[in-house]
Each structure stands twice: as structure tokens, then as C-alpha cells.
């Protein structure tokens, strides 16, 4: 594998697990809201308590796929700066109301209902706009002259309500499968059934719309519809994962007291599911990282620099993944913190 | 205004919004850290429940600053495109390796606050180091990179490409000792005197008990102590950052100065305004020699003056003020805590500081965020006009997007809002949790495992 080809892998690996933590993170904020009112399940509160400790952590892939970006492909920074400058700036505006709200809440236990409809709304609206950002780079809405972006045209266009559709199906598709496995983590099995029930709706849902965005795709940017249809075997693969997982959230686990579904398969075969397509997706966007202004060959940063870049990632990771995986026995598997009320 | 001038103005108030808390992260950390200590050695449980509420107000501040800090990172490709491009091609390293700084802080601050309950005395100090080793590293690192834009290295250029990228030199710039020892020291110089301040104010309080009049006390000293440490380390350290400006920027010291003739035994300025149409410093009191003796250790040392530069490269004058302010509040504070523990050693036997004292006292903690505002304020507006010292000016650097006027006034008043909020929620927690309640909680839990 040459430089760019790896450096942009590391970006699309970062973008990939930013894009899972963020479904879950603020998919979880969606469901928040979804079930304060109704205080008569746990939905709610399951939600919260996954939430309250993770979202800075998650918080912090956000950043960690920017700055990457900013020293794998310096030369993309100019197009990317003036394109994003209109969803980065709202994306910023609502990531810190979020955040903020999320700790007030937990340090003074008040604006219970001012907190779940921020977090919700937020939940809905900073996935839309991390989304619409698909389209812009697939091409097209890009002023030639000025390079600003055409506000306009991206929000007038229907391949990105196809693209909003899918990335919010997709959110909250991936945040139910997760909060259903939480729960039974958690023994809550009414809970369990909540979220698995609506994993089931949704599941179809985002196959439909994955098939509307590349059937609409073709208004803006034939390039890549082009592209992503070499890409089939990938696709092919990736709808396997989510046809296995979407039967296991119907077979009867072991333990006969259980509710139906094996929510632990599911959530990694569609993982799976959304990382063989996602992979096919960055595939067929090559050579591109923005429509047709630049490539990656021509966006990389200089060898010594992404020598140091590498070395100091892997340096960076090894010291992490400790961490990680303290922070996950503590909060994701401890039944302390799980059981309490 | 012209879109440069908002851009300046809205990126200049993003950092001055974030700096507050990013100084706290790394300033309460330290104590928090300090007064877990103090109490494995001296068993007083004051000095938990100190750390334990600092830990409360550390929390609440994490809430923004994660993300007023997320919103600088983005910021700067979004307004300074140009400018990350060599960032990206030069001094990327240190943004990287920052970022797994901040992933620890995040870490183990989650773990520290959310899990508290289930973690170890040694666990929990394990983590509370992690978290001001991962605050600290970050600001040393961000830090790296802002020395970079003043003193420039690693790096050639050739018809305006850049080649011959030395990443690590880059990352060791001239200023960066310099300039990262001073970031650090004045972040623990300042959350020390912020709970200075605080201590101070609530002990000015005429009703309150024996034990709470005891506890701020403890609180109060404590502070004056690690800050008049701290202060008179950034002083010391700041007299070398000064001798880095005389070598390496030296319009920059000019300009702090207000020094127009080149000279020896220049003398040192304090106070006075520019005044540009006669090309001197008007009613500064001036120390004969010293500011060659400071510049370089020798009375004879020749100081450029401004008149030897091009008048396009002049740094703004306001920043002879700025630098005035931030050394003058400094030398106050370090008085201030020197004084307060020469009347406490000679009160021995009264319990507190002369009320005046305390009044006095109680400013500390703005004082001390002002010097930082001052100072970074100096060190960016005086590298003006350029944002890559004499190699990118910031004209070219900054974004050609038009209307950043609406997202100057809507991230301003997202600024104001969260200010707001953090006090009101900051004044509500500690209205609900008293210092009595937590007495009683140790009341009913006395036993606290020591290691």
C-alpha cells in the first residue's frame, strides 16, 4: 500500500468509528427524549446512564478526524475549510449546547426536560448536517469560482434528503440494536423489548433508503454511482451481515427466560454490515476526496511528516487502548453501574 | 469591519472564551492533586472534601471547555485555511500527539467523576493524576505549536513551496522550552489563586461557623502557597521568554517595549501610551539600562528599536500595555501571597488575615485569569502582522468565505449563554451541597482508606 492509500484508510478507520460511537452516542440522546414523557419504562433512563460518561469520549474521535485530516492531506484544508465553513460552524454551535447541557444536568439534577429536548433535537439535527457533508464532497454543490458552498442547491436537491434519510435511519437503527444490548446487559428485559422492537422497524428502513441515496446519486455526482456499482461484491457482503443480525434479533437465545434475539450479534454483524459498506463507499470515492477538486495523491502531506505522524499514532494508541478498555469494564460491563437505580 | 477583522475578532474570542476553562484544566487538576496528597500525609479530611468539591467544579468546567476546545480546533481550518495547510505540511506532530493528551483527560475525568464511587483511594489518585498529566501534556503540546508560529524552524522554501520538512525541529522551536514552561507554570500559579479568590471571599462572611471559618482557611493557604510558588516560577521563566523575543522576535519586544531607537543600555518602560506621530513612548517611567541588562544579561546589550523595521512588519502598540498588565499583575500576586503568609506566621495564634487583606485577596483569581488573557493577547496580536513569523502574514492565512459576520454575533452569544450557565449552575451545586451535609456524610462514613 502507498502513503496516500494508507494515510486515507487511517482517515476513512477514524471517520468509520467516529460514525458508530456518534450513531450511538446521539441516537441515545434521540431515544432520551423519545421515552421521557412515557415514565412508565426505563427506556429513558438506560439511554441517560449509557450517555452521561461516554459522550466526551466520543467527543474526542470528532476531533481526532479532523486534526488527522489537517496532517495526513494538509493540501485538502483550503476546499475543506471554505466548503464546511456553513455545517462545521452549526455543527460546532450544537456540539457545544449539547455537551454543556449534558453536564449541567448531571452536576445540578435539574433542567431534567430542558436537557432530553436539547439532547434530543441536537440528536437528530448534528448527525443531519455530519451527513449532508457526503453529498458535498460526492460533487456538485460546490461553487466553482468562489468554492463556497451552494446552501441552496445541498438543501434543495433530493439526493440529500436520500442521504439525510439513510444517515438518520442508520443513526437510529444502530443506537436501538445497541441501547436493546445495553439493556439485557443490564437484565432489563422490558427495556430490551422496547429497543428491540424498534430496531426491527428500522432495519428495513435503512436498506430502502441506501438504495434511494444510489439511485438518486446520479443527479449530482454519476461518477460515483458508477463507481460504487463495481463495488457490488462489497455490497453484496455487507447486506448478508445485516440479513443475519436482522434473523438473530428473532431466534430465542439459550437462556430460556430471555425475550427473543441475540442483540449481541446483532450489534456486531451490523457493524459489520455498515463497515464492509462504508469501506466500499471510501472505494469507490477514490481518487477523490473532494469532487473534482482534489485528489488524495495530491492532497498527501510530505513523507518525513507522515513518518512522524505514524509513529506517534501507533505510540499514541498503544497508550490508549489500556484506557479503553478500563473505561469499558467500568461503565459497559461493570453490573454496579448498570443495576443502579 | 472587513471579513479579516471579524475573523480575527471571532477566532480571538473563541480562544479567549476557551482559555479560561483550558487554564482551569490544567490549574484545578494540579490542585485537586496537591490536596489528595496533603491528605495522605497529614490525615485531615478537609483536605478530601476539598478535592472532592474542586472535583465538582472541575467537571462542570470540563462540560465547556471539551467543547469550546473542539470548537478552536475546527475553527482554525474553518477561518485560517491557509494557515493549517502549513500547519498540516510542518508542525502537525504536536496537534496529533495533543490529541491523545485530551483522549486521557477525557478518560479518566469520566472515570474520575462518574465512577468515583467504585474506584480505590489509589485508583482514584491514579486517575486524578492522569488527569492533570493529560491537561498539562495538552497545553505543553497545543503550546509547541504556538511557539512554532513565532519562532518558525524546521522547514525551507523554495518559490513558495514548502520543502525539507524536519517535523522534530519544528516541534523544538527556539521558544517552545520557554514558552511551554511559562504556559504551564501560570496555569497552576492561576487555578491556585481562582480558589485563593474564593476562599478568600467566603471568608468574609461574618456568619459561619468555627469549622468552615477552618476550612476555607486551610483552603486559602494552601493556595497562597502553591501560587506564590507558582507566580514567582513564571516570572523567573518569563525573564527567559523575554531573552527569546530579544534573540529570535525582535520588532515583538520593541513593540512590548515601546522602544523605537536602537541602542545600548536601553533603559526598560513601564507604562505610558505609543504615541505614533512623534515615534516615542510618552510618559512611561523608564529604568536606565534595565531593559538591555534583561534582554541579555549585559548593560551594553543593543536592543533593536522599531525605527530599524519596516513599518508594514509593526506589531499593534496596545501590547506594550497588554505586557505591562500581565508582568504588573503577576509581581502583585507574588507580593500578595508573600505578605498573607508573613501575617499569618507572625498571627500564629489569631485564626484570620485581617479583613482588608481578604478583600484584597478575593480579586486574585480574576487577577490572575486577566494576566493569562493579557498575555496571550500579547503573544498573538504582537507576532501581528503575521501569523507564521515572517513567513505568513495573516492576511494571507485567513479564510476567503464571505459573511462571517453571523457567525461571529451567534457564536458570541453561545459564548455568553454558557458563561452564564456555568455560574448558575456552579452557584446552584454548591447552594445544594453545603459544606455541613458533607460533614455529616463523613460523619456517618468516617473511615477513609489511606495507602
Known amino acids: 500500500m502507498n502513503d496516500p492509500l494508507l494515510a486515507i484508510s487511517l482517515v476513512w478507520l477514524f471517520v468509520f468509528i467516529y460514525a458508530i460511537l456518534g450513531s450511538v452516542d446521539f441516537g441515545a440522546g434521540f431515544w432520551s427524549m423519545f421515552y421521557t414523557r412515557k415514565r412508565d419504562t426505563q427506556a429513558g433512563s438506560i439511554a441517560n446512564r449509557f450517555l452521561s460518561p461516554t459522550w466526551e469520549v466520543t467527543n474526542v474521535f470528532l476531533v481526532l478526524l479532523v486534526v488527522s485530516l489537517v496532517g495526513f492531506f494538509p493540501a485538502a484544508i483550503y476546499t475543506f475549510g471554505m466548503a464546511l465553513l456553513i455545517p462545521g460552524s452549526l455543527v460546532l454551535i450544537l456540539l457545544t449546547i449539547r455537551s454543556a447541557f449534558m453536564v449541567f444536568h448531571y452536576s445540578v439534577q435539574r433542567f431534567r426536560d430542558t436537557l432530553d429536548l436539547v439532547s434530543g433535537v441536537t440528536g437528530v439535527l448534528i448527525p443531519a448536517l455530519l451527513v449532508s457533508i457526503l453529498p458535498i464532497l460526492a460533487g456538485g454543490f460546490i461553487d466553482p469560482d468562489t468554492h463556497m458552498l451552494q446552501v441552496g442547491k445541498l438543501f434543495t436537491s433530493p439526493v440529500t434528503y436520500a442521504y439525510l434519510a439513510f444517515g438518520l435511519a442508520s443513526e437510529l437503527f444502530l443506537s436501538a440494536t445497541f441501547l436493546a444490548d445495553y439493556s439485557r446487559e443490564a437484565d432489563d428485559e422490558s427495556t430490551y423489548q422496547v429497543f428491540r422492537k424498534h430496531a426491527v422497524r428500522l432495519g428495513p428502513f435503512t436498506l430502502l433508503t441506501a438504495v434511494l441515496t444510489t439511485l438518486l446519486m446520479g443527479q449530482e455526482a454519476v461518477w460515483l454511482r458508477e463507481h460504487l456499482l463495481d463495488q457490488r461484491l462489497w455490497f453484496i457482503l455487507s447486506s448478508l451481515c445485516f440479513f443475519i443480525g436482522y434473523l438473530s434479533l428473532f431466534w430465542r437465545p439459550r437462556d430460556g427466560n430471555k425475550a427473543r434475539g441475540i442483540p449481541r450479534l446483532a450489534f456486531t454483524l451490523f457493524i459489520a454490515q455498515y463497515a464492509l459498506a462504508s469501506f466500499a463507499y471510501g472505494r469507490a470515492h477514490l481518487p477523490y476526496l473532494v469532487y473534482p477538486y482534489l485528489t488524495v495523491e495530491g492532497s498527501i502531506t510530505n513523507p518525513e511528516m507522515l513518518r512522524y505522524l505514524l509513529i506517534s499514532f501507533m505510540i499514541g494508541m498503544a497508550i490508549l487502548v489500556p484506557g479503553f478498555y478500563y473505561f469499558w469494564r467500568l461503565f459497559l460491563k461493570d453490573k454496579r453501574y448498570l443495576h443502579q437505580q | ?451
Not at chain 2, 520543502?163 to 521558544?175: D, H, I, K, L, R
Not at chain 2, 494552601?222 to 527567559?240: E, F, P, Q, R, Y
Not at chain 2, 517611567?285 to 548593560?299: E, G, Q, T, V, Y
Open chain 2, 1 to 451: 469591519m472587513d471579513e479579516l477583522t471579524i475573523a480575527r475578532s471571532l477566532f480571538g474570542s473563541s480562544l479567549a472564551f476557551h482559555i479560561i476553562f483550558a487554564t482551569l484544566g490544567v490549574g484545578l487538576p494540579f490542585m485537586i492533586l496537591i490536596s489528595e496528597i496533603i491528605y495522605q500525609v497529614t490525615g485531615d479530611r478537609d483536605y478530601t472534601l476539598m478535592a472532592k468539591r474542586w472535583t465538582k467544579a472541575q467537571a462542570i468546567l470540563l462540560g465547556v471547555a471539551i467543547p469550546s476546545g473542539t470548537i478552536v480546533g475546527v475553527q482554525l481550518s474553518l477561518l485560517w485555511p491557509r494557515f493549517m495547510e502549513v500547519v498540516g505540511e510542518v508542525i502537525a506532530l504536536p496537534f496529533q500527539i495533543e490529541l491523545f493528551a485530551f483522549f486521557i483527560e477525557a478518560l479518566f475525568m469520566s472515570i474520575y467523576v462518574y465512577a468515583a464511587d467504585r474506584l480505590s483511594p489509589v485508583s482514584r489518585i491514579a486517575s486524578v493524576f492522569l488527569v492533570a498529566l493529560g491537561g498539562g501534556a495538552s497545553a505543553v503540546l497545543i503550546t509547541s505549536a504556538n511557539a512554532w508560529m513565532n519562532t518558525p524552524t524546521g522547514f525551507e522554501t523554495s518559490d513558495g513551496q514548502i520543502t525539507n520538512v524536519q517535523p522534530m525541529q519544528a516541534f523544538f522551536n527556539p521558544s517552545f522550552p520557554s514558552a511551554a514552561l511559562h504556559v504551564l507554570v501560570s496555569a497552576w500559579m492561576t487555578g491556585a489563586f481562582v480558589i485563593a479568590g474564593l476562599a478568600a471571599w467566603r471568608l468574609l462572611r461574618r456568619k459561619q461557623g468555627y469549622r468552615e471559618v477552618r476550612y476555607h482557611q486551610k483552603a486559602l493557604m494552601m493556595s497562597l502557597a502553591v501560587g506564590g510558588i507558582m507566580s514567582l516560577a513564571t516570572a523567573w521563566n518569563g525573564h527567559a521568554a523575554g531573552q527569546v523575543l530579544y534573540e529570535y522576535q525582535p520588532e515583538k519586544l520593541a513593540a512590548a517595549e515601546g522602544h523605537f531607537e536602537t541602542q545600548a543600555y536601553a533603559p526598560l518602560a513601564l507604562g505610558g501610551v505609543v504615541d505614533l506621530e512623534k515615534g516615542e513612548l510618552v510618559g512611561a517611567i523608564k529604568i536606565p539600562w534595565m531593559l538591555s541588562f534583561l534582554a541579555d544579561n549585559r548593560f551594553d546589550a543593543v536592543v533593536k528599536g522599531l525605527n530599524d523595521f519596516p513599518r508594514e512588519n509593526w506589531p499593534p502598540f496596545y501590547v506594550h500595555t497588554l505586557f505591562n498588565l500581565m508582568v504588573g499583575i503577576g509581581t502583585l500576586l507574588m507580593i500578595l501571597s508573600l505578605v498573607s503568609w508573613i501575617i499569618k506566621w507572625r498571627r500564629r495564634h489569631r485564626e484570620a488575615l485581617p479583613r482588608w487583606l481578604l478583600w484584597i485577596l478575593s480579586s486574585t483569581g480574576i487577577l490572575s485569569m486577566l494576566a493569562i488573557e493579557f498575555g496571550w493577547i500579547f503573544t498573538c496580536s504582537g507576532r501581528q502582522p503575521w501569523t507564521v513569523y515572517h513567513y505568513q502574514r495573516t492576511a494571507e492565512s485567513v479564510t476567503r468565505a464571505t459573511g462571517l459576520g453571523l457567525w461571529f454575533v451567534l457564536f458570541i452569544s453561545l459564548y455568553i449563554l454558557l458563561f452564564i450557565g456555568t455560574i448558575l449552575v456552579m452557584r446552584s451545586y454548591f447552594k445544594r451541597h453545603p459544606l455541613q451535609d458533607e460533614w455529616k456524610q463523613i460523619q456517618a462514613h468516617p473511615t477513609e482508606r489511606r495507602w
